[in-house]
């Protein structure tokens, strides 16, 4: 857990009451309460077509609720806050650019967070700021080209990161990084997220590499949400309800396996976007530009 931040647990960051969410005529969450708090770092889990990209865009003001209230940072969602990050789930034309890492950073700091151009001194003040939270001075000068897909994240956070945001989302960055990477990205989110002390809602398919690191998690499935202590959520009669099936939770060695008729769930899930490159990555690929 976070030091000395139990005061400010107070301070709601993400506040939804009797939320529903609907997308393309379907519920995707249905009557929704929950309160995250500032300075929480929270793992978002849940079966593909659970809702975690919907719930982030939906914090971010790019879907509207359709019933209830949805409040982030004491207001009402909207688009453009620029208190909030985002790293999207990965971009595949990110991969291809030729940009300098500096650039590829620039790049979302030309305005978009803040409304006007900002001046050439201001620009690169921030800039170098974000650089230098994650650490990726080194890759500032290479080409986004030729970089692995952990050093691409660490620049994706490092656009989410300009101007210090008091929010910061992560939509399933461990996608395609094997557990080296994993565990590289999930130490530098916990890293930046204690050192700035802001919120961070994080997905991913698999809890097990954000076990060092959450505080609490959040599992979505069948419009229902269960948020709380990675004990009292990840047990057999939660997620069985969540998935809509039987559901098994083991514990082995410090790894959770949440299990259904023999196949472990998140591990196949994990495995399916690893093969497949996330095939569906590509409808929320544009919004980062644009926050």
């Known amino acids: 857990m976070n030091r000395d931040v139990a005061p400010k647990r107070l301070e709601p960051t993400v506040e939804l009451e009797h939320a529903t969410l609907t997308l393309g005529g379907r519920k995707i969450l249905s009557d929704i309460s929950l309160t995250i708090n500032a300075g929480e770092f929270i793992g978002v889990l849940g079966p593909n077509g659970a809702g975690k990209t919907t719930l982030m865009r939906a914090l971010l003001g790019l879907i509207p609720i ?5 409040r982030v940072l004491g207001e009402a969602a909207r688009r453009g806050n620029p208190a909030i990050g985002y790293v999207p789930q990965f971009r595949s034309q990110a991969a291809q650019s030729a940009l300098r890492g500096w650039d590829f950073v620039a790049a979302a700091a030309d305005g978009h967070r803040w409304g006007l151009p900002l ?4 620009r690169r003040r921030l800039v170098s700021d974000a650089i230098a939270l994650v650490g ?7 080409p986004i080209n030729g970089l692995s897909g952990g050093e691409r ?5 490092a656009q989410a990161l300009l101007g210090e945001p008091k929010l910061l989302l992560l939509d399933e960055p461990l996608i395609s990084l094997d ?3 994993q565990k590289v990205v999930v130490d530098l989110v ?13 997905s991913a398919h698999e809890l097990n590499p954000l ?3 959450i505080d609490r998690v959040l599992y979505l499935g069948k419009g229902q949400a269960a948020l709380g202590t990675v004990d009292d959520v990840i047990t057999g009669p939660v997620l069985s ?6 559901i098994d939770v083991v514990r082995l060695r410090g790894r959770i396996f949440v299990m259904s008729g023999g196949l472990d769930l998140e591990h196949d899930a994990h495995q399916h976007e690893h093969e497949h490159g996330g095939g569906h990555h590509h409808e929320h690929e544009h919004h980062h530009a644009h926050r």
Not at 153 to 157: E, K, S, T
């Open 66 to 70: 359709s019933a209830g209230s949805l």
């Open 119 to 122: 001046p050439d001194r201001r």
């Open 136 to 142: 990726a001075e080194r890759l500032a000068e290479r």
């Open 153 to 157: 994240q660490r620049l994706l956070l």
């Open 179 to 181: 557990p080296h990477h």
């Open 190 to 202: 916990r890293e930046v997220q204690q050192r700035l002390d802001i919120a961070v809602l994080f």
């Open 211 to 213: 076990l060092p690191a």
């Open 241 to 246: 309800r969540l998935y809509g099936s039987d």
